[in-house]
């Protein structure tokens, strides 16, 4: 199934009634995003590792790759698939994508070449944007027609008449590994980016304040999605970029390009956190961490050490996006705050999807103006999507007596060991808390007798017994402490920022 050819599992008159409510712009992301330009071409759109780029600036360089698309016969409907570090680059094949009428696949640097290649194989790619250096085998699929890079397509800067699109029709395939074999797709409208996504952001904007976004996560992410789409497009916003997050090299990037939020996961914060030292950050006025939990200790860490207010993000490429509010108290930030209507509807249900009592915990699923149109696999939406267009996040959640949403971790992530169930996040949340942590993560080991173990890989000098009396003091049950632990210099990361725990059940297996 091609994406432009791919059926909204959303039934069209949901999407009409959102629109009717004002969730939705019902414009194009390249239409939105002139307007953008015409109402301040002066304001500077990018500030990267290359300098300051203005929306007029930025606007010429859309069109030339526009134009350079069309003369390669690139056209309404074809998936370009990208990989490209945060940078002009990035956001201009994006923009030029949607200015043809086409479907952008971003995926981030680093993920390797098999990768690469189901990614294009499985989306029916016409043409590849990599980065400068990057060689990735593709095969030969009979529908690619052109492997290019940046430079490829510095077309001529010349009139240039944009394709208008549906906007509840395709605009970007998003990336999700999840626990899949290979990477699943998800396939956004640009509604649901523009209007969805862009609700999600505007929650964070303060009213009369410019926005000028620091993404420390690849905009190839679905964090990062809310880069180009959102903060250009849809706000008019700066969008200040790094090719590579270094702790040293992102508060040097603060001082000089000056943002009031800042997106990344919280491990990339608690690097930050131990080399803010003199740095000048008085610009950030949010922290907005996602991609995984956020603890109350790391938390308040970040609002000491930034002077400014700290939101918790939840969030996947599969469609759930629930996140705490600017005037919320400091003791809700570790949660995952209250759903936002504009956004998405969330759930907690049981297993026949029957909504659970207050306080009880169960499968979060969500449905709303974000919500993706399908995965491109037929098989994952027959496990993952109802008919009716919810999506079942494979996420453990409880709702409060006041609304909020506290995230207990994945199904997938469950240890079980002898029997009894133990949340990995539930562990994680009270040991970064130990003053010897720096940062965290725990998986399960094989174990003859006990069938898994819970191992806790750090970074900080402690070993099991510490561990032990720490959680016995903090009060969690004795079956749930690690029984192991594994000293690292740093956790790995995925090439969407997120902790790689692959990688880490491979070191610990």
């Given at each position: 199934m091609t994406a432009v050819a791919a059926r909204d599992l959303v039934p069209h008159e949901l999407r009409r009634t959102w629109a009717a409510r004002g969730h939705y712009p019902d414009r194009d992301l390249h239409d939105l995003f002139s307007v953008q330009v015409f109402l301040h071409p002066d304001r500077p759109a990018v500030v990267d590792d290359d300098g300051v780029l203005t929306y007029a600036?930025?606007?010429?360089?859309?069109?030339?790759?526009?134009?350079?698309?069309?003369?390669?016969?690139?056209?309404?409907?074809?998936?370009?698939?990208?990989?490209?570090?945060?940078?002009?680059?990035?956001?201009?094949?994006?923009?030029?994508?949607?200015?043809?009428?086409?479907v952008v696949l971003p995926f981030p640097v680093g993920r390797g070449e098999l990768e690469a290649r189901s990614l294009v194989g499985r989306s029916g790619a016409v043409a590849v944007v990599l980065d400068d250096g990057v060689h990735h085998d593709l095969g030969a699929p009979p529908w690619l027609r052109h492997v290019l890079t940046p430079a490829d397509l510095l077309?001529?800067?010349?009139?240039?008449?944009?394709?208008?699109?549906?906007?509840?029709?395709?605009?970007?395939?998003?990336?999700?590994?999840?626990?899949?074999?290979?990477?699943?797709?998800?396939?956004?409208?640009?509604?649901?980016?523009?209007?969805?996504?862009?609700?999600?952001?505007?929650?964070?904007?303060?009213?009369?304040?410019?926005?000028?976004?620091?993404?420390?996560?690849?905009?190839?992410?679905?964090?990062?999605?809310?880069?180009?789409?959102?903060?250009?497009a849809r706000h008019g916003g700066t969008l200040v970029l790094q090719?590579?997050?270094?702790?040293?090299?992102?508060?040097?990037?603060?001082?000089?390009?000056?943002?009031?939020?800042?997106?990344?996961?919280?491990?990339?914060?608690?690097?930050?956190?131990?080399?803010?030292?003199?740095?000048?950050?008085?610009?950030?006025?949010?922290?907005?961490?996602?991609?995984?939990?956020?603890?109350?200790?790391?938390?308040?860490?970040?609002?000491?050490a930034f002077s400014c207010t700290v939101v918790n993000v939840y969030g996947s490429a599969d469609g759930v996006n629930c996140h705490t509010a600017l005037d919320d108290p400091p003791e809700r930030v570790a949660g995952a705050g209250r759903p936002n209507p504009a956004v998405a509807e969330i759930l907690v249900v049981d297993e026949d999807f029957r909504p659970?009592?207050?306080?009880?915990?169960?499968?979060?699923?969500?449905?709303?103006?974000?919500?993706p149109m399908r995965y491109?696999?037929?098989?994952?939406?027959?496990?993952?999507?109802?008919?009716?267009?919810?999506?079942?996040?494979?996420?453990?959640?409880?709702?409060?007596?006041?609304?909020?949403?506290?995230?207990?971790?994945r199904r997938d992530d469950v240890v079980i060991r002898g029997g009894e169930n133990i949340s990995p996040a539930e562990v994680e949340r009270l040991l970064v808390g130990h003053p010897a942590i720096t940062?965290?993560?725990?998986?399960?080991?094989?174990?003859?007798?006990?069938?898994?173990?819970?191992?806790?890989?750090?970074?900080?000098?402690?070993?099991?017994?510490?561990?032990?009396?720490?959680?016995?003091?903090?009060?969690?049950?004795?079956?749930?402490?690690?029984?192991?632990?594994?000293?690292?210099a740093a956790l790995p990361l995925t090439p969407a920022g997120k902790v790689d725990r692959d990688t880490l059940r491979a070191l610990t297996g």
């Open positions: 600036d930025l606007n010429t360089l859309v069109r030339r790759m526009a134009v350079r698309l069309t003369r390669l016969g690139v056209g309404a409907g074809d998936v370009v698939a990208t990989q490209l570090p945060n940078g002009r680059h990035a956001c201009a094949v994006d923009l030029a994508v949607a200015a043809i009428g086409g077309g001529p800067d010349e009139p240039f008449t944009p394709v208008r699109s549906d906007p509840d029709g395709p605009a970007r395939i998003l990336v999700s590994s999840g626990s899949e074999a290979e990477p699943k797709m998800v396939l956004y409208s640009h509604n649901a980016l523009l209007g969805g996504r862009g609700a999600f952001v505007g929650r964070l904007m303060e009213p009369g304040r410019e926005l000028r976004a620091l993404f420390l996560v690849p905009l190839a992410s679905s964090f990062g999605s809310n880069g180009t789409t959102v903060t250009l090719r590579k997050f270094t702790p040293e090299g992102t508060l040097a990037l603060i001082e000089r390009a000056r943002p009031t939020h800042v997106f990344g996961v919280p491990t990339m914060f608690r690097m930050l956190l131990d080399h803010v030292g003199e740095h000048d950050t008085s610009s950030v006025r949010v922290l907005a961490p996602g991609g995984a939990q956020l603890d109350a200790v790391t938390a308040r860490r970040c609002r000491e659970r009592p207050t306080g009880e915990v169960g499968e979060i699923v969500a449905r709303g103006p974000m919500s491109l696999d037929d098989d994952l939406n027959v496990r993952h999507r109802t008919p009716d267009g919810w999506v079942r996040t494979g996420d453990l959640g409880v709702f409060d007596a006041e609304g909020y949403l506290t995230v207990v971790g940062d965290v993560a725990c998986v399960g080991v094989p174990d003859p007798l006990m069938g898994q173990r819970l191992c806790a890989c750090v970074v900080g000098e402690v070993d099991v017994a510490d561990l032990d009396a720490f959680l016995t003091a903090a009060g969690l049950a004795r079956y749930k402490h690690p029984e192991r632990v594994v000293r690292l």
